[in-house]
């Protein structure tokens, strides 16, 4: 029995050995040269493909349940115009539901409640960005008379900003050409790289103001124009 202990304590001993898993440390060639360090942005142009928009509809009334009942009965409408206009459910967001108070302020008197301010307002996406005014006008037709937008963005980004970091990358390595050259020198090798993170400039956003039941002008026109995406790199570079 003393035996067995024996052995089984000798194999228990051995297993976290066994286990173990060897690493291999790997030298860092020392910089002997010059090191560069050097920033370069890459930027293409795309055509937005989405528009983002707030539509909605405010009510008033001299009760609370009124008001609210109407907003809610006129946006009912709205949202029978966006799906009539073939905006899929995922694409319609609430954005915003509130009901205020109004008061009547009179020198040396207490506030009178007036009635109440009941706003119902929803993120619309729109994928058809030439139809967008079209079904504008469609909702104020419906009874929406607050719109706010558009932001015009790109769905997908992604391949326009591997683009970006293509010419990112070039224009770095031209740089440090560039300097080697000046500096009577040559690239040796490339030592590191980081990305700041990709970037769309932002476009000048377009408000549309609707008031009463129609819009301002008879037919509402959104052009996407163009979006620059950026992207920056920071590379580090050795000379000799």
């Given at each position: ?223 996407p124009g163009e979006q620059r995406l ?11």
């Amino acid at each position: 029995m003393k035996a067995f202990l024996l052995a089984a304590a000798a194999i228990a001993g051995a297993v976290p050995a066994a286990a173990q898993t060897d690493t291999v440390a790997v030298p860092v060639q020392a910089v002997t040269g010059t090191r560069l360090d050097v920033s370069a942005t890459g930027e293409v142009r795309r055509v937005p493909d989405l528009a983002i928009i707030s539509a909605g509809v405010v009510t008033r009334s001299t009760g609370a349940s009124a008001a609210i009942q109407e907003n809610a009965q006129r946006m009912e409408r709205v949202r029978a115009a966006l799906r009539a206009a073939g905006i899929a459910e995922r694409d319609i967001q609430t954005s915003n539901i509130s009901l205020n108070p109004e008061y009547r302020y009179a020198e040396n008197q207490p506030p009178q409640l007036v009635g109440y301010t009941a706003s119902n307002q929803v993120s619309v996406r729109f994928r058809d960005i030439r139809n967008t005014g079209r079904i504008l006008d469609a909702l104020v037709a419906q009874g929406a008379n607050q719109i706010n937008g558009p932001s015009l963005t790109i769905e997908r980004p992604e391949a326009a900003l591997d683009e970006a970091r293509t010419r990112a990358i070039a224009a770095g390595r031209a740089r440090a050409e560039l300097y080697a050259r000046a500096l009577g020198m040559r690239v040796v090798r490339l030592l590191s790289v980081s990305e700041s993170g990709g970037y769309s400039a932002p476009l000048p956003q377009m408000e549309i103001m609707v008031t009463g039941s129609r819009m301002a002008a008879p037919d509402t026109k959104i052009d996407p124009g163009e979006q620059r995406l950026q992207v920056t790199v920071g590379m580090s570079f050795e000379l000799r």
